[in-house]
């Protein structure tokens, strides 16, 4: 168990988890995710931090397919600017390794924005915490415990 699942769970929020064996070679988490899984990678979704001009740390979860548009991220947080965060500061700030990184069970409350193409599927899959472990859930699960917005912060 991980601390993204162990919340769904207490929240009895519905859920699936999903395991596969993770290469460690792999250029990208999300897509060998999707591929192992057999998924629509338009339904897989990756976790990101970014840091604002003033250093609060932010959570985008966008589409594997695409990348994070950091000026669409600093305009729906209301901050002048985005940067990716330091690998080893979201890190700390989640409590995840970087490709586990999970929206959900983080070890502080971060602001959490997910893109509005999540709320076109039924369900999307994002790191449930360990790299070779998803769950799938809704968007609407998501952003209830995360307490995240929609925003339109991913490009294709």
């Known amino acids: 168990m991980t601390p993204a699942l162990d919340l769904l769970k207490k929240a009895r929020a519905e859920h699936r988890v999903h395991s596969y064996e993770h290469d460690p070679k792999t250029a990208s988490y999300g897509l060998e995710a999707a591929e192992k899984l057999g998924l629509d990678p338009q339904r897989v979704f990756k976790t990101l931090l970014a ?8 959570v985008a979860v966008v589409p594997v397919v695409g990348t994070l ?7 729906a947080a209301g901050v002048k600017k985005c940067e ?3 690998a080893q500061a979201a890190q700390r700030a989640t409590g995840y390794l970087v490709g586990g990184i999970s929206p959900l069970g983080q070890k502080k409350r971060l602001r ?3 893109d509005q193409s999540a709320q076109q599927h039924e369900t999307i899959h994002v790191s449930a915490g360990r790299r070779g472990l998803e769950v799938e859930l809704s968007a609407a699960v ?4 995360t307490q995240a917005q929609f925003a339109e ?3 294709s």
């Open 153 to 155: 912060i991913g490009r």
């Open 84 to 86: 990716m965060a330091d």
């Open 51 to 58: 840091a604002s001009e003033k250093g609060e740390l932010l």
């Open 142 to 145: 998501l952003a209830t415990h």
């Open 112 to 114: 959490t924005f997910i």
């Open 69 to 75: 548009d950091l000026k669409a991220l600093a305009h």
